[in-house]
């Protein structure tokens, strides 16, 4: 039960692209090289993010990626639906309604959520919220605070000029 | 990024358990039988609870599995950490210290968590947190409520009388 490699990828991808700051697209091979990461399979992750609305992707010879809004815009929550999708992290399969014990209950009784699937997604919606109410700005500034340097190396492996 | 089926196998054998209410061990079979489940596989969920302390395993001819505490004394956080391990959810590699980003970085940059990781632990608190206000309790009485038969039920298809 954990995430795939996809969003650490597309977090600092995007994080990367406001840090160029120029708006310009950036090839995925370039991206990639960024933190030593699969092109190919990067670039499943950033054609989600394009999905999503996070990304643009600009085609020909000097095409490539570029953020389709500030970082300010886009919340973690946004990110982590567009890469990992909207899927509960509770699997409910109903069980309640099977077998010797479920054969019993009158069909009434699954008028009602399950209360397992209630307690589940409780916690769930905390976790989103937690997610919603953190911007990518925000994740940049924290970033930003700790190492004031990494936008400048970010722009000297990706920049253009 | 989801939870095994396991949670909800476990927490539903739990609440069963906690209806029977004798303290009698039940068969893997039996319980597997409660809501139609392979009981190879409710067997190893079964073995998880009883590494994590919320059943005790029975042996012999009569054994089977019990709870090794009652309800009010465990969370729903119990439950997943049980049978998911208490692995993050979110998967960090660090990324940020590879490739020719990684590389212009300074080491002293890493000396602070990556804010990336930093967020994403964040909201995985939040959902920690609701899971661990909730107790197997919390979630026996929501489901009487809503079906207040079920604890008869579940007697008539568990009960060893």
């Known amino acids: 039960m954990r995430t795939g490699k996809g969003v650490e990828w ?17 090839a995925t091979a370039q991206l990639a090289a960024g933190h030593d990461l699969s092109a190919s399979y990067l670039n499943k992750q950033l054609q989600q993010l394009v999905k999503g609305g996070l990304l643009e992707s600009v085609p020909g010879a000097r095409g490539g990626f570029r953020l389709a809004r500030p970082l300010a815009a886009m919340s973690v929550l946004d990110v982590v639906l567009a890469i990992e999708g909207d899927a509960p992290l509770f699997r409910c399969t109903e069980i309640r309604r099977c077998g010797t014990i479920g054969e019993r209950c009158p069909d009434a009784g699954f008028a009602q959520p399950c209360a397992v699937k209630v307690a589940m997604g409780r916690a ?32 000297q492996a990706l920049g253009h000029g």
Chains 1, 2 share one sequence.
Do not use: K, Y
Request: aromatic share 4%.
């Open 10 to 26: 597309a977090m600092h991808t995007l994080l990367n692209l406001a840090w160029l700051g120029d708006g310009e697209p950036v």
């Open 124 to 155: 769930e919606a905390a976790w989103r919220q937690a997610l919603a109410e953190q911007s990518l700005a925000d994740v940049q500034a924290a970033a930003d605070e700790h190492a004031p340097t990494v936008g400048a190396h970010v722009r």
